[in-house]
């Protein structure tokens, strides 16, 4: 039993110390290593407990060691542990007032996108991606959109111009909008990545660590109720998935309770026409989904 406590402070330990790292932005799913850490619970045998059992979890700054730990959480858990406790404790609603309370103590929180805008605007964390780039391009469209089109990274025409999906990929998704009755200026568009990779190479696993905690925290800005990621490297990420977007698409997801719905990247269908199928597939369940919401 020993054992098992250890080892939920450790994951819970890391995680805080991931977060720490990354600028102190609340990952969208900061409460996926705790959900996991509290799952652990269920191996507990209570018969086992000889009382209390206390879990220390400390958040320290990078700049300091122990000396200038900045919070301590000290979470109790009676001998009485019993499996409807442990259902509660699991359950997501609770997991995410746990992980709240836990993280609350100073992450950024941005009630204005223009000042999110301003953030990422003077953002230096990926020293190739910065020095290069002539425009961040942090998105662009309605602000209270319902639909939010997520890409992988702004392109040559992108970075020159500041504005997501203006090349041929962009045209692209122009028609596709307007093939399903939207409009570029009724829906928001941005990327994965606000910079662009040089030579449009596929983002770096640490360029989408630095970058994700900005998406999220532009998403939870909108708050749309449908969300539309382009291309591998989106639904990837967002979904917090290894699986190939063959097996991804065709069906909606949720992303911090909002549902989504994953396709081609139209730079794709432009090397890959026989893709405009599935995709059309895709983007009618999409529409139809966004009817069925507004009609409720």
Not at 220 to 240: D, E, N, V, W, Y
Request: hydrophobic share 35%; charged share 30%.
């Amino acid at each position: 039993m020993k054992r098992v406590s250890q080892n939920i402070i450790k994951d819970i330990s890391e995680h805080i110390e991931f977060m720490k790292r990354y600028n102190l932005f609340p990952l969208h799913n900061d409460g996926l290593m705790l959900t996991e850490a509290l799952k652990s619970l269920e191996n507990f045998d209570a018969s086992d407990i000889s009382g209390s059992v206390e879990k220390k979890i400390y958040s320290s700054e990078k700049s300091s060691r122990a000396s200038n730990v900045v919070s301590e959480k000290v979470v109790n858990f009676d001998k009485q542990i019993n499996e409807d406790f442990k259902n509660e404790l699991t359950d997501n609603y609770e997991v995410k007032k746990i992980t709240k309370e836990i993280f609350k103590t100073d992450i950024p929180d941005f009630n204005e996108i223009s000042k999110l805008k301003d953030t990422i605007s003077n953002c230096f964390k990926c020293r190739e991606l910065s020095n290069l780039r002539n425009n961040v391009v942090f998105g662009s469209g309605n602000e209270n959109a319902d639909l939010v089109i997520v890409g992988e990274a702004p392109g040559a025409d992108e970075d020159k111009q500041g504005l997501p999906f203006v090349g041929r990929a962009g045209k692209l998704l122009t028609d596709i909008l307007k093939a399903i009755n939207f409009s570029r200026d009724e829906v928001y568009i941005c990327n994965i990545l606000k910079c662009r990779p040089p030579e449009n190479r596929n983002p770096m696993p640490d360029e989408i660590e630095n970058c994700e905690p900005f998406l999220y925290n532009q998403l939870k800005l909108i708050k749309p109720k449908l969300i539309l990621a382009l291309g591998t490297f989106a639904s990837q990420t967002l979904l917090r998935s290894k699986e190939p977007l063959g097996k991804l698409r065709g069906r909606f997801h949720t992303y911090e309770g909002v549902k989504m719905m994953v396709t081609y990247h139209p730079a794709a269908l432009l090397r890959n026409p026989a893709w405009k199928k599935p995709t059309w597939e895709d983007v009618k369940m999409l529409r139809a989904e966004y009817d069925n919401m507004i009609k409720t």
